[in-house]
């Protein structure tokens, strides 16, 4: 049973514009999450965090938003820029959640390219 | 300030052999986890580690998986008797505390043939 879920395998978004990426979750326990982004054998950085008791982080070009009603997140990359193709990951942890509570769970990844 | 790091980057082991993963956490760093992913998976935690202790292994295989973070040294992640099935990239991250943000190591690919 997948726990974090990000349901765009790709997305393909013109250098300029914004790039919109989505995960949503299903454990109620989560209370952080993350955004990871991966390059090919290289491992995971980190971009942005958010925690449960705030709607909306921003840092730079980056802007991640939490809807916790809704069990959903999105990472806002504006604007889009040639090095921001890669795959990016959605991960959360929370107290008593599996994994550990320290323990992340990662969505599958969304493969973002962006288009000259 | 170095990195993660993690060593050997690429392991190539027959079936039945023994794989040793070597994780240097961040200067600083007290707290370490292991991942594995698998072809086209995200990420999945296998164990969380501080210096000489496991805090939480629920993500390890029961069986020919063992990991250790001794006082001295890197954390090490040992499979004994490989298959097929071990082939993945293995991760490795660390944080300055619980519940802190996690840094990634480059990963060491291994190879099952």
């Known amino acids: 049973d997948q726990q974090v879920k990000q349901n765009s395998p790709s997305l393909s978004v013109q250098e300029g514009r914004i790039s919109i990426l989505n995960c949503d979750y299903t454990?109620?326990?989560?209370?952080?999450f993350l955004w990871y982004k991966k390059y090919p054998a290289e491992g995971p950085t980190f971009l942005i965090s958010?925690?449960?008791?705030?709607d909306k982080n921003e840092d730079g070009r980056f802007t991640v938003f939490l809807n916790k009603s809704a069990k959903h997140l999105s990472l806002h990359i504006v604007p889009s820029q040639p090095g921001d193709s890669a795959v990016y990951f959605c991960?959360?942890?929370?107290?008593?959640?599996?994994?550990?509570?320290?323990?992340?769970?990662f969505g599958k990844g969304t493969h973002l390219i962006i288009q000259p | 300030n170095a990195g993660v790091m993690q060593n050997p980057r690429h392991l190539v082991r027959r079936r039945g052999q023994e794989a040793r993963l070597r994780c240097s956490p961040m200067?600083?760093?007290?707290?370490v986890y292991w991942y594995r992913q698998l072809p086209e998976e995200g990420l999945k935690f296998m164990v969380y580690?501080?210096?000489?202790?496991?805090?939480?292994e629920s993500g390890m295989p029961k069986e020919r998986f063992s990991a250790e973070f001794p006082k001295e040294g890197p954390s090490i992640l040992r499979i004994q008797q490989v298959v097929r099935g071990d082939s993945a990239a293995y991760f490795c991250?660390?944080?300055?505390?619980?519940?802190?943000?996690?840094?990634f190591g480059p990963g060491t690919r291994l190879l099952v043939l």
């Open positions: 958010i925690s449960s008791i705030k």
């Open positions: 991250a660390s944080s300055p505390g619980t519940r802190e943000t996690q840094y």
């Open positions: 991960a959360a942890s929370g107290m008593y959640s599996g994994g550990g509570a320290d323990g992340l769970t």
């Open positions: 580690l501080q210096k000489e202790n496991i805090i939480d």
């Open positions: 200067k600083g760093h007290s707290h």
């Open positions: 454990n109620s326990m989560f209370d952080y």
